[in-house]
């Protein structure tokens, strides 16, 4: 069971720029994807970036192309997503969530049966 935890969330103002980070432990990397989620209140999570631990691919949701980038550091188990250009509808909570299941490219970005999920970190874009 891998255990996940996300932090670098915070205010920030339209056009601006935040880097999250997602540790793990319990994990190796052998196998599997992590994928980044945003959850606005009363609403379902939305994926909006995968990445394949072995492979390095990468999967992006259309809203976030050209503005946002993840990636990893194996050596210390870390996932990232760089968030350039935000906008206030990026606001949300963010979560990371990780699995190694065979996914199609759209189910990537479905948070059903995700094996692991991080306690999530909140992103506000606001002047």
């Known amino acids: 069971e891998v255990q996940l935890v996300e932090s670098g969330g915070g205010l920030v103002q339209p056009g601006g720029s935040l880097r999250l980070s997602c540790a793990a432990s319990?994990?190796?990397?052998?196998?599997?994807?992590r994928t980044w989620f945003r959850q606005a209140p009363g609403k379902a999570r939305e994926g909006h970036a995968t990445?394949?631990?072995?492979?390095?691919?990468?999967y992006y949701a259309d809203s976030v192309k050209g503005r946002f980038t993840i990636s990893q550091d194996s050596a210390v188990n870390y996932v990232y997503l760089q968030m350039n250009d935000l906008k206030p509808e990026d606001s949300g909570r963010y979560y990371c969530a990780q699995d190694t299941s065979t996914r199609s490219v759209s189910d990537l970005f479905s948070p059903l049966n995700y094996n692991g999920w991080g306690q999530g970190t909140q992103v506000t874009v606001s002047s």
């Open positions: 319990g994990y190796t990397y052998d196998k599997g994807y």
């Open positions: 990445i394949y631990f072995r492979s390095g691919s990468t």
